[in-house]
């Protein structure tokens, strides 16, 4: 494999994003060390999380490759949304330290060599930018977890930058938490939404994007479909919606059966994006309830 294709696609931009990160790393420790910068020095912690996020998501886009066996049916899909929220954990964590750091800034202001100080913040700004644009647009629920990272990085950098012209301007030192504080509650934002989104899909909620009721809808809209129950719509991962249903039909033959089915997952393509799922015809009535209800061994009476 030569270095070009290592690079392209979403797998070779995560790895150009690793090695800009790595670089990034190293030249934010030297310019604390020259500058006596300790946002230089909280920069590049925050670079070197985002390395490993980085990390993370490529071995769990790698994990989702693996093919289906009689252990895993569904695969190993669900490993990026592992990624997913184990990323926004470490944006939370980031973001808490960050505003700590900020508390510390406004009891005691630090002198720092504010020219070294923009040089190196420059040089991390223009790393971030180029690094989050490689990413920037994708749909896949751990390369947008990597994504905000970047952004937050991006961000922290910037926010260096304003601070390293200001004290070169001013000497005013309280500049640097001000903005930290205003970064550290964009990063909350987005790190909750992200949170909120991976735990709706291992707790197999609908996804958000679609309803229930407007699935049924457009299958009842079929001749041969009488009543559609047992519904259950979940996302397997951010690319992948499964549906599965009992479709009530007259009685009618084998192939007749083919063909509704066929038609429902044309429905299914087409209007909702849905590619899998499993459908049970049948010719005798067994519920009213379009959603399924589901029991524990352990109880006497079924829950909703």
Known sequence: MGLTSFFQGTKGKLRLALVINIGLVIVALIGYLISNSLALLGDAGHVLTDTFAIATSLTAINLATIPAHDKATFGHH???????????????????YILYESYQRFLSPQAVKSTKMLIVAVIGLFGNLYATRLLHGHKDINVRGVYLHLLADTLSSGTVVVGAVVIYFTGKYLVDPVLSVAIALLIISGSVRLLKESIGVIMQWTPEDLEVGDVVESIKELDEVRDVHDVHLWTLCSSIHSFSAHILVDDISMMESEQVKSDIRDILHNEFHIYHSTLELECVECGDDPVQKICHPEKESCEH
């Open 78 to 96: 669900r490993a990026e949304v592992l990624a997913a929220l184990l990323n926004a954990v470490i944006l939370l964590f980031v973001s808490g």
